[in-house]
Nanobody, 123 residues
Framework: VQLQASGGGLVQAGGSLRLVCAAS????????MGWFRQAPGKEREFVAAISASGGDTYYTASVKGRFTISRNNAENTVYLQVNSLKPEDTAVYYC?????????????????WGQGTLVTVSS
């Protein structure tokens, strides 16, 4: 199973990016998917998750209203639209595939991880 994350980059505060996670080796339509991030010197933290069907989503409080997770099961792809970016959003963003169908925030519930894509927000 491979998860390929892309779409990161350098953006000014207030800007937007669209992160993409392309999966291969697993039909992700059976599993919830999540995005996590890890800033320098900090632990990896949950950002957003979407259920297998796409009907349920969940966000950490700091990104609610600014980030949107979505999925295209036909293309085995998950997206994270990140808007109104702030310098504190700077981190490596990882996509992950859960063992469960419903949204979950715990890293231990995710069994496959992508390599990460770097988002840098300048002030």
């Amino acid at each position: 199973v491979q998860l390929q994350a892309s779409g990161g980059g350098l953006v000014q505060a207030g800007g937007s990016l669209r992160l993409v996670c392309a999966a291969s080796g697993r039909t992700i339509s059976m599993y919830a998917m999540g995005w996590f991030r890890q800033a320098p010197g900090k632990e990896r933290e949950f950002v957003a998750a979407i259920s297998a069907s796409g009907g349920d989503t969940y966000y950490t409080a700091s990104v609610k209203g600014r980030f949107t997770i979505s999925r295209n099961n036909a293309e085995n792809t998950v997206y994270l639209q990140v808007n109104s970016l702030k310098p504190e959003d700077t981190a490596v963003y990882y996509c992950a595939s859960s063992r469960f169908r419903e949204v979950t925030t715990a890293t231990t519930h995710y069994d496959y991880w992508g390599q990460g894509t770097l988002v840098t927000v300048s002030s």
